[in-house]
Every structure is written in structure tokens, then in C-alpha cells.
């Protein structure tokens, strides 16, 4: 009798016992997938990181021997070790911390205004010939006025605090991320739109599924060049009146003298911008291995 239940009750086990079983082997697979993805990001950032320091390393030795050898003056040019004993001493006084927080709020909170509204636009005017005749005359004609000539109008217009910091970096950031928007769009083969069409796709889905994913190449060369500028700006916004982040403290050490701190403010500009922008490289490697005309 047991032995008639037992081959009545396997049946219905068996197929739950493997539903569970693939539900685990599917969650495995995604965690593998995700440990591998986390793996080669950090490995992409570091070998960007490895390469691209070599000349750098080279200069600051030869760098180093000129300064120990006096060939330098200590107060034109610090030698890299007095440097980075200065980075040591600001370091420790959490000074420095504080500093590059704040630069780094502000950099990304502009950038993300900026960013979001140079995609919106850019967008706008790559689907709709109409917005592109109204808006593009004068988006290039205010694209072409430099971060320093509008600079002392922003500042006149909302003081020296932090809206007129974080509008200098909007202006800026908004620009890149617009004209390759619009680009990237304009750029996207008829054959997708005929393809989308006789697929009865809705306008939302030919955008999502056709039209953004042909342009992104464009667009994420937009995101880079605009983190670029953003922190670009920063340093233009921070310098112009300032009483924190990493801009400030170049400006203090120019009126103090301190040649040292001044070189320690443009090394963190020049690592934390690289840094941004191998994080940025390694997210296309991510989006874009799919394609097969991506190189990255």
C-alpha cells in the first residue's frame, strides 16, 4: 500500500522539487553574473588606472631627481615629496575631507541638472523637427559664450552663495550631453523606424526599444564630456568667490604663498576627474558590449 502512494505522490513531487531547483540554479547564475560584472568593472577601472599612470609616474620621478638636485626652485616648483607631505598634513587635519566633499556635491548636483536637461532637450529636438527650428538657433548661439564671460553675470544675479556655484556648473554640463543627445538621435538608421512601424510599435516603445538604444553610444559620450566640463566649471565657480571645497583652498593658498597646497588642489582636480571618467569608460564597456562595431 505505501509503496502505490509513494508512486502515486512522486510524480507530483518530482516536477516541484526541479521547479525549485531551477529557481535556484537561476538565482545562482544571476549572482555568478553579477560577481563577474562587479569583477571585470573594477578590473577595467584599475588597468585604465595602471596604464595610463606610466607616464605620469616618469615625470614625477625625473621631477623629483630635478628638485633634489636644485635644479628647481622649492618655491616655483615644490619637489613631489614636500607635495605629498602636504597632502598628508591636510589630509589629517580632515580639512582636506571636508573640502572635496563639498566640491564633489557640487560638481554632481550640477551635473545632474544640467545633464538632465541637455538630455531632455536633446531628445526634444532629435524626435521633432519643429522644436529642433525653435530651440537649436538658440541653444548653439548660448553654447558658444565661455564659462568666464557669463560667470560675473551668474554671481550678479544670485550673490556669491551656492545657487550661483551650482548655475555655472549647470551651464556647462548642459551643452555636451545636449548636442550628442540630438546627434545620436538624428544619426539612428531609417531601417529601425520602418522596422518599428511595421511592428505596430507605440511611440514610447520605438523610443525605448529602437531609438535610445541606437543612440547611446552618443549619449554616453555626452555624459563623459559633460562630467568633464562639470568639474571644469566647478573649479570656475569655486574660485570666483568661494569659502569651501577644493577651489577655495587653492585660492587661500595663493594669497598665503603655499605654492605646495596649490599643486596638492590641481593633483586631486586631475585624479578625481580621471577617476570619473574611468568609472564613466567602464559603464559604456558595460552598455555597449552588445554591439558588434563597439571596439571599447
Do not use: C
Request: proline share 4%; net charge positive; charged share 15%.
Amino acid at each position: 500500500m505505501s509503496n502505490s502512494l509513494e508512486a502515486i505522490v512522486s510524480p507530483q513531487a518530482a516536477p516541484e522539487a526541479g521547479l525549485a531547483g531551477g529557481e535556484r540554479a537561476a538565482e545562482k547564475g544571476a549572482a555568478k553574473r553579477k560577481r563577474r560584472w562587479s569583477t571585470k568593472l573594477a578590473a577595467a577601472v584599475l588597468k585604465d588606472i595602471a596604464i595610463g599612470a606610466a607616464i605620469p609616474a616618469a615625470l614625477l620621478a625625473l621631477w623629483q631627481i630635478a628638485a633634489s638636485a636644485g635644479y628647481i626652485s622649492p618655491m616655483f616648483m615644490p619637489s613631489p615629496a614636500s607635495i605629498l607631505q602636504t597632502f598628508g598634513t591636510l589630509a589629517t587635519s580632515e580639512n582636506l575631507l571636508h573640502h572635496l566633499l563639498v566640491s564633489m556635491g557640487r560638481a554632481g548636483l550640477g551635473f545632474v541638472i544640467g545633464g538632465a536637461a541637455g538630455l531632455l532637450f536633446g531628445l526634444l529636438t532629435g524626435l521633432f523637427r519643429k522644436a529642433q527650428y525653435l530651440l537649436d538657433p538658440s541653444i548653439q548661439v548660448l553654447r558658444l559664450v565661455p564659462h568666464l564671460a557669463i560667470a560675473p553675470l551668474i554671481i550678479l544675479w544670485f550673490g556669491f552663495g551656492e545657487t550661483s556655484k551650482i548655475a555655472i556648473i549647470v551651464s556647462g554640463s548642459f551643452f555636451p550631453l545636449y548636442i550628442n543627445t540630438f546627434l545620436g538621435i538624428r544619426n539612428v538608421d531609417n531601417k529601425l523606424f520602418e522596422v518599428s512601424r511595421i511592428l505596430g510599435f507605440s511611440p514610447l516603445k520605438r523610443l525605448t526599444r529602437l531609438i535610445l538604444p541606437a543612440a547611446l553610444p552618443d549619449i554616453l559620450i555626452g555624459v563623459r564630456i559633460s562630467l568633464a566640463v562639470s568639474w571644469i566649471g566647478l573649479v570656475v565657480a569655486e574660485l570666483i568667490g568661494s569659502r569651501s571645497g577644493i577651489g577655495f583652498l587653492i585660492n587661500e593658498a595663493k594669497q598665503n604663498s603655499e605654492t605646495s597646497v596649490i599643486f596638492v588642489g590641481i593633483i586631486i582636480f586631475a585624479v578625481i576627474g580621471k577617476l570619473i571618467d574611468s568609472v564613466m569608460k567602464s559603464v559604456e564597456i558595460r552598455w555597449l558590449n552588445w554591439r558588434d562595431s563597439y571596439k571599447g
